[in-house]
């Protein structure tokens, strides 16, 4: 067998990485003035998702919503939409090119294309206190994809039914009145709330462990546009064992909704879509 190692092999895996994306000149949020304007929030819409389903919820922009753990270890699979424009919805890449592999306090949920405007601002997470761990492990990933019933039929074939992305689907299609047919190509590569994750080092493979979310903690944003969202609890608990099944101890997940009074708010405005021409050199 031929050998293909250079004799720079060394040399040539030293070299340092440069960032893609810089992001010094990208639009910070005024966490402050929105910290401030949740003080005075009152709580006017929740929905709780059962275990190995999933709910809609709507915010409008201006608005807050919080994903909560409610009675036990539980991870959840997060869908977002422009509530007016399916077509705009989370781009999960792209919010990973930007803030990297995990998600946190300041981050934001970037719209696909040709929008790519913030639609959600994460401002407050109680499991910030992680970090990244030994195993470079860490929570609210946007490397996964979602558990779905195609890759289980793949790996094991079965035709598992609550997997995250049929969750969203059946939840996607209620919501609208549509068909789970029509329903499907929406959903899309999601935030995984409370998911503790990463690569293996050796193998570069994507791994799961225990959530360490307890009852009580919770991942809140504003709304930067109207949105409609949907949560699925995943089959696979806290993922400490198995990733889709009827056998993981699963919990319900709490969303809530709040609304602001009066000017708190004053001096801030929706994002407008991307400025990109859109001429693609044509």
Same mark, same amino acid.
């Given at each position: 067998?031929?050998? %293909?190692?250079?004799?720079?092999?060394?040399?040539?895996?030293? @070299?340092?990485?440069?960032?893609?994306?810089?992001?010094?000149?990208?639009?910070?949020?005024?966490?402050?003035?929105?910290?401030? +304007?949740?003080? #005075?929030?009152?709580?006017?819409?929740?929905?709780?998702?059962?275990?190995?389903?999933?709910?809609?919820?709507?915010? $409008?922009?201006?608005?807050?919503?919080?994903?909560?753990?409610?009675? /036990?270890?539980?991870?959840?699979?997060?869908?977002?939409?422009?509530?007016?424009?399916?077509?705009?919805?989370? %781009?999960?890449?792209?919010?990973?090119?930007?803030?990297?592999?995990?998600? /946190?306090?300041?981050? $934001?949920?970037?719209?696909?294309?040709?929008?790519?405007?913030?639609? +959600?601002?994460?401002?407050?997470?109680?499991?910030?206190?992680?970090?990244?761990?030994?195993? /470079?492990?860490? @929570?609210?990933?946007?490397?996964?994809?979602?558990? =779905?019933?195609?890759?289980?039929?793949?790996?094991? !074939? !079965?035709?598992?039914?609550?997997?995250?992305?049929?969750?969203?689907?059946?939840?996607?299609? =209620?919501?609208? #009145?549509?068909?789970?047919?029509?329903?499907?190509?929406?959903?899309?590569?999601?935030?995984? @709330?409370?998911?503790?994750?990463?690569?293996? $080092?050796?193998?570069?493979?994507?791994?799961?462990? +225990?959530?360490?979310?307890?009852?009580?903690?919770?991942?809140?944003?504003?709304?930067?546009?109207?949105?409609?969202?949907? *949560?699925?609890?995943?089959? !696979?608990?806290?993922?400490?064992?198995?990733?889709?099944?009827?056998? +993981?101890?699963?919990?319900? *997940? *709490?969303?809530? @909704?709040?609304?602001?009074?009066?000017?708190?708010?004053?001096?801030?405005?929706?994002?407008?879509?991307? /400025?990109?021409?859109?001429?693609?050199?044509?």
């Amino acid at each position: 067998m031929p050998n %293909y190692i250079p004799d720079d092999a060394d040399q040539r895996r030293a @070299v340092a990485p440069v960032i893609c994306y810089p992001t010094e000149t990208l639009p910070t949020p005024d966490l402050a003035l929105y910290r401030r +304007a949740r003080e #005075g929030a009152e709580k006017i819409a929740e929905v709780v998702v059962p275990p190995r389903e999933a709910a809609t919820f709507r915010a $409008r922009a201006g608005q807050f919503f919080r994903i909560s753990s409610i009675e /036990g270890p539980q991870v959840g699979d997060f869908n977002l939409w422009n509530a007016h424009d399916l077509s705009e919805r989370f %781009y999960s890449g792209k919010t990973r090119a930007l803030h990297g592999t995990h998600l /946190g306090a300041g981050a $934001r949920m970037w719209s696909s294309f040709p929008h790519l405007r913030p639609m +959600a601002t994460i401002i407050d997470d109680t499991l910030g206190w992680y970090g990244i761990d030994e195993y /470079g492990g860490s @929570v609210h990933d946007v490397i996964g994809t979602r558990c =779905d019933p195609y890759t289980n039929n793949l790996l094991s !074939g !079965g035709q598992y039914h609550h997997c995250c992305h049929s969750n969203l689907t059946r939840a996607l299609a =209620d919501e609208l #009145g549509i068909s789970l047919a029509e329903a499907e190509p929406h959903v899309h590569d999601v935030l995984n @709330v409370f998911m503790c994750t990463g690569f293996t $080092r050796d193998t570069g493979q994507y791994f799961m462990k +225990a959530s360490p979310v307890r009852p009580g903690d919770y991942l809140e944003f504003f709304a930067e546009i109207d949105v409609l969202g949907a *949560l699925s609890a995943c089959p !696979g608990g806290d993922c400490s064992a198995e990733h889709s099944s009827d056998t +993981a101890a699963c919990h319900p *997940l *709490l969303v809530e @909704v709040f609304a602001t009074k009066g000017d708190a708010l004053k001096g801030w405005r929706s994002p407008e879509p991307n /400025g990109y021409d859109r001429r693609h050199g044509r």
